[in-house]
């Protein structure tokens, strides 16, 4: 059975970093494309960063900060945040994807399955 669960959210200061992960099993994240969104309070989601085969693509907002990334053998997938602003704060999802590919524009419909979210929480 596909799943994916979020850890590594938390409180942190601004200017802080924080580094999610999306443990997978039921499928291997080699071969598929994996993406992680996020949504604020009274927000709609927002697709923060995709990483398949073919690379890696980051939302203009996170680009420089965050930094996506995976480790086959552990079936994980990562998402490193630094530079932490108070507008990052979220519930950060990851979801998968039945394709390997990532596109421009990271769209929800794109994905089939999502973990249960973490939450970010930025503030002094």
């Known amino acids: 059975q596909l799943q994916l669960v979020e850890s590594g959210g938390g409180l942190v200061q601004p200017g802080g970093s924080l580094r999610l992960s999306c443990a997978a099993s039921?499928?291997?994240?080699?071969?598929?494309?994996i993406g992680w969104f996020r949504q604020a309070p009274g927000r709609g989601l927002e697709g923060v960063s995709c990483?398949?085969?073919?690379?890696?693509k980051y939302a203009d907002s996170v680009k420089g900060r965050f930094t996506i990334s995976r480790d086959n053998a552990d079936n994980a997938v990562y998402l490193q945040m630094n530079s932490l602003k108070p507008e990052d704060a979220a519930f950060y999802y990851c979801?998968?994807?039945?394709?390997?590919?990532?596109?421009?524009?990271?769209?929800?419909?794109?994905?089939?399955?999502w973990g249960q979210g973490t939450q970010v929480t930025v503030s002094s």
């Open positions: 039921g499928f291997a994240v080699k071969d598929h494309a």
């Open positions: 990483i398949s085969s073919s690379g890696r």
């Open positions: 979801a998968w994807s039945p394709a390997d590919v990532c596109f421009d524009l990271m769209e929800m419909g794109d994905f089939n399955s």
